[in-house]
């Protein structure tokens, strides 16, 4: 049986067993019945045409953790911003971790899913809110299908929330494969503020494949800054599908952080529906060996006077392949349109590859958009500038991939998060210097 | 110090340099002149270890041991400095951690522990001052939008934090306003002693009034033709330098 049909078959025993009204119930059937039509995407594809996922389909997936696993703090400690105070959500295998978690009632909701899907008091949230910014395309789908556990945040208006929220999905490798399909909403009211930290690792070299759907809502003035740190193992996948709904003079921002993983496919989705809206898409990718990620973004202009700005940085070591693929729709309304892309790529080895489309589709006139890409190599002359100072080749070289990222990296707001990334960067350029500018 | 012999090199398979002889002993300094394209900044480049040049004969021997086959931070860490004619500029790194990783990389060769945050902090604090820098200045991107004169300050400060043993200053002239090419040269004068010693690459002799040479050598294509004293170095300003060639010719 292959996952499809394995995934086809479970989901009658999945809905029987969830708790969930009426609403929900309807949703996730829609949703089965989309995915089984549609099945995995193939590159076929235009929008999966240099992404593979055949490989990683034909693993034994496990669908729903048979065993609640427990671990410690100290144990997993490293995977959390642990320096500052922060909600935290904790997931171990898919299931709700109560123990590793902080979340919070008091005045604003960082909770469940579960909980907000089953309970009446969120019924409004959710009929309002729940699958209203996801695509219907087969992954998003299945994902709402086998809906159920993941993070639900809903900050009132006027909250401005000084803890940042941390998002942590850990996988034991308990199973030989394991197939997790985490759900989130994110709901910012009017005015408020919210920094979101999400991360997915798994801890042993299991096969692990996450398909994840976030669908954040930032209404009127209201500003979100989402950080993804991917920094997983080589058998771990993931598919990240995000959707940003926008209001009014709203500013949203997401920076992904893309370091490890077997495959990595990013789908970012902004929709700005409202004036003055400011919409900031940024990522570094640093990978090797036999590596993938692949972002793809979508910035729908909808309305007038409202910015994009996109600046993603890849560098590829090893045989890693890269895809960027950046598309902006500037609609007939949307005049005095700002949308700024821009992709920077160095290839380190000649074994490395890269793919970058820029698609803008502009039917306003009023508009300013531009839209670059560069691949290059290293400097040279920046390599013997370097090295005639003492500096060592791999040093020299970490420096330099460290300063190409750096214009995404100066625009992380908190300051361990920024520390954080400094040094997941070195590590994993191996080398012992202070990145500190 | 430094002794070359019979060095030859090619660039992309062109002979530049053919057959250098050059020995400097500790307190000389060293003016190298001569015509554009003779194979002044190559000399400079191969000493320093630049990996494209490819010495083809010879030999380069640094405090007694040969280096022609080191990486060029195996020669820094050795104590050779080379003040770029074209400083590359480095977005995203500042002038200040920039100098840090160099010193500290530096240390760590030697088996040294890295220089305590608050000595680094004096020391990149007196070496600005000894060039006149504004601090303002050590925050900013490596060489980025840099003036050619505070690229130029900003090698000397290099060489200062980096107290090299042999320095080879490659055009440092090169786009120097008098007041800058002054606080520049000041800057050289105060670092040397008797036991380091200078290489000065220069197209013209202005520099030499400030920095001045025990010695003066004529490079024309690729080969020493003519070695003297500083009133070499007037008599090439003052003539040119076709009649060397003509000598050479001769």
Redesign the interface.
Known sequence: MDLKEKLVSSFLVFEDQAEADSYVHDVRNDAIKIFEEKGFPSKKEEAWKYTSLNKILKEDYSIFPKQENALEYRDVKKYFIHDIDAYKIVFIDGKYSSHLSETTHDGIDVCLMSAALSKPKYRLVIENYFNKAATKDSLSSLNTAFSKEGAYIHIPKNKLVEKPIQIIHLSTGNESATLLQPRNLIVVDENSHVQIIERHQSLTDNAVLTNSVTEIFANKRAIVDYYKIQNDNANASLIDNTFIKQKRESVASVHTFAFGGKLIRNNLNFYQEGERINSILKGVTIIGNKQHVDHNTLVHHIEPNCESHQDYKGIYNENSTGVFNGKIIVEKEAQKTNAFQSNNNILVSDKATINTKPQLEIFADDVKCSHGCTIGQL????M??????????K??KA??M??????VLSSVKIREMKQRITKIIANKLGVN????? | MLKIDNLQANVEDKAILRGINLEVKPGEVHAIMGPNGSGKSTLASVIAGKEEYEATNGSIVFEGEEIGELAAEERAHKGIFLSFQYPVEIPGVSVTNFIKTAINETRKAKGLEDMPAKDMLKLIRDKADLLEIDRKFLSRSLNEGFSGGEKKRNEIFQMAMLEPKLAILDETDSGLDIDALRIVANGVNKLKSKDNAVIVITHYQRLLDYIVPDFVHVLHNGKIVKSGTKELAHELEEKGYDWIKEEVNA
């Open positions: 400097d040279e002359n920046a013997f500038y370097m090295r005639s100072r003492g500096i060592p080749e040093e020299a420096l330099l460290y300063a190409f990222s750096n214009n210097i202070g990145f500190d500018l």
